[in-house]
């Protein structure tokens, strides 16, 4: 309770850096049958077990377009 807000958010920040740097090491090491997008397999990594199938897809179909345009 001893930090202020701002400190508060900049470790919420770096936790969640931490996670996603993990994350992706994990995912290097992990065959991608499907040839997903890094984005992809971070979403799912991090957030399918929060949705259904086919709203994983959906998202999945959203990150895949977004990746390709940029």
Avoid at 31 to 44: A, E, I, K, M
């Amino acid at each position: 309770m001893a930090l202020t807000p701002e400190q508060r958010l900049r470790m919420g920040c770096e936790m969640f850096d931490t996670a996603r740097a993990l994350a992706e090491a994990g995912l290097a090491n992990e065959p991608n049958p499907q040839n997903l997008s890094l984005r992809s397999r971070l979403f799912l990594r991090l957030y399918g077990r929060d949705f259904s199938i086919e709203e994983q897809e959906k998202i999945i179909r959203a990150l895949e377009d977004f990746t390709e345009r940029a």
